[in-house]
């Protein structure tokens, strides 16, 4: 999905908070040279507040899902809509 919006001539923010799903995020934008300029990825999640969460993503029996449990979790540092409009200089949502 980041790609075909940057392919359409936006600029493109996205946020992974799980660290193999970056990766492949990372691998697919680096397949994509001509795009890379226009995708900014972050390993980080997004929330209503800036905190740090615990999370647990589990491949068996729900691939991909990631979901706030008490087992296997992980930490994932989250940003705040202000936050990422304020660091990364977002003025505009419009297309170039």
Known sequence: MRCLFASKGYDVIAFEPVPSFYDIAMKNIDLNPDL???I?????????????????????????????????MFEV???????IVNDFHVSNLEKK
């Open 36 to 38: 890379a300029e226009k």
């Open 40 to 72: 900014i990825l972050v390993n980080k999640g997004v929330s209503d507040k800036k905190e740090v969460l615990k999370i647990r993503y589990d491949f068996e029996g729900d691939e991909g899902a990631s979901s706030y449990r008490d087992d296997g």
């Open 77 to 83: 540092e989250t940003l705040t809509i202000e936050d």
